[in-house]
């Protein structure tokens, strides 16, 4: 069923979410890669697992009883995974749930750095049809790039299937002010309809010294044709420049001020942790409202995050999912299926494409024009499989398999 991608952005009333409910697997697709910082680093991801605990042991707020607890430690069960593919420079990562003891394929998506090495510059997102067994085309991104590399456009289009088409969704305009101290961003989506593209919300982020310092978030008003302000969030640092606080507040439209309602509190040494609290109206005071702690390896790479939510009744968090980190340097673990290695050639191509599959299965292979129409299909068992393309034009086209629940995407060209 098709995601409804709006709902990411009218949803959201604060900067930060309430609960750390909302910070476990969020499988609406955003126009940047998941972790595309540590993605793009040194340090690339293998897979990143989710588990979710099932009566787990209570801690208090002393943290270093947390440091390196696995899930396996715990009563719990694999919840979701996501699985990573580097080539290129581009991205690939299939999204799996956990279902009938056996991981199932969910979402696939595809990022591609052809212009900037930092922010993809176009994307393609699957969903997985469970019953043909198949990948079906969801949505896509397609950005713009000003002179300095910045992104200034990015245009959502959704797939239709009936169709065969690509029908514009969302669109995000960025500007770069007091050279770049302050970006805003705008959202926009294009109704069913209307032929115009419609605003929806606005993000204001201003800088200091190349830190971030105050996040705010506006709303559009339909009836007075202009944005209001709901929220906003302050940034602190130590004398080092390390995040030490963030600070959210809501907008009190009756006084016209910001009233404090959610703070994050960030320290930690061997291991860092996140402490979420809520301002209670009545008192005034700040009480705990979830934990996030990330085990970090020799290298200072996350090897696990835990999730934790605090008990007030007994003073203590409780561990609610935990979320592992494995690295392309570390070893595969047995729940990964084998990756799925595809040759084409020649390339270019003039008649005949043969494609050879490493690890051969039941596959099904499609050659795809720019517009996202599928030309050309077939079933193989084969590791070797031949692909005629002379009745195509010369131009540009993709090649996708899928292979035992995997799939990967390469770009023919046909002379």
């Known amino acids: 069923m098709k995601k409804i991608y709006l709902s990411l952005f009218f949803a959201i009333l604060f900067i930060l979410p309430c609960s750390l409910n909302l910070i476990a697997k969020d499988k609406k697709r955003t126009s940047d890669v998941p972790y595309m910082n540590s993605t793009m680093g040194e340090y690339k991801f293998h897979r990143i697992t989710d588990y979710l605990i099932f009566n787990a042991v209570p801690f208090s707020f002393d943290y270093s009883q947390l440091v390196n607890k696995s899930a396996q430690e715990e009563d719990s069960i694999p919840v979701s995974k996501?699985?990573?593919e580097y080539e290129n420079n581009n991205i690939f990562t299939t999204s799996y749930d956990w279902k009938n003891e056996t991981w199932v394929p969910d979402l696939r998506d595809e990022y591609y750095f052809s212009f900037s090495t930092t922010l993809s510059d176009s994307s393609i997102f699957y969903n997985y049809d469970t019953i043909n067994l198949d990948w079906d085309l969801d949505a896509k991104w397609i950005s713009s790039f000003n002179e300095l590399g910045q992104r200034t456009e990015q245009i959502?289009?959704?797939?239709q299937e009936e169709t065969s088409t690509w029908k514009k969704s969302i669109k995000q305009k960025l500007d770069y002010l007091n050279n770049g101290d302050s970006i805003v961003e705008e959202q926009f989506y294009w109704p069913e309809i209307d032929t115009n593209w419609t605003q929806t919300i606005k993000f204001a982020t201003t800088y200091e010294n190349g830190r971030r310092k105050k996040f705010y978030l506006f709303n559009w008003d339909f009836i007075n044709k202009s944005y209001t302000v709901q929220s906003m969030e302050e940034f602190f640092y130590d004398e080092a420049g390390n995040l030490i606080k963030s600070v959210s507040?809501?907008?009190?439209v009756t006084n016209e001020i910001f009233v404090e309602i959610?703070?994050?509190?960030?320290?930690?040494?061997?291991?860092?942790?996140?402490?979420?609290?809520?301002?209670?109206?009545?008192?005034q005071i700040w009480k705990p409202n979830g934990l996030l702690i990330f085990n970090l390896d020799e290298n200072g790479r996350s090897t696990s995050r835990d999730q934790l939510n605090y008990n007030e009744g007994d003073d203590n968090f409780l561990r609610t999912n935990v979320t592992e980190f494995i690295y392309e340097d570390q070893v595969v673990g047995v729940n990964n299926l084998p990756k799925l290695e595809v040759q084409i050639y020649p390339n270019p191509v003039k008649d005949l494409l043969i494609v050879k599959l490493d690890n051969p299965g039941k596959s099904?292979?499609?050659i795809?024009?720019?517009n996202g129409r599928v030309l050309l299909s077939k079933q193989s068992?084969?590791?070797l499989n031949r692909i005629s393309m002379q009745e195509l034009n010369s131009g540009i086209y993709f090649l996708k398999v899928n292979s035992r629940g995997q799939m990967t995407t390469k770009q023919i060209i046909k002379e």
């Open 249 to 252: 507040s809501s907008w009190d």
């Open 368 to 370: 795809i024009d720019i």
């Open 262 to 283: 959610m703070k994050l509190i960030y320290s930690g040494d061997d291991l860092e942790y996140i402490t979420y609290f809520i301002l209670d109206n009545g008192t």
């Open 82 to 84: 996501i699985e990573y």
């Open 156 to 159: 959502m289009y959704e797939y």
């Open 381 to 383: 068992n084969n590791a």
């Open 364 to 366: 099904a292979f499609e």
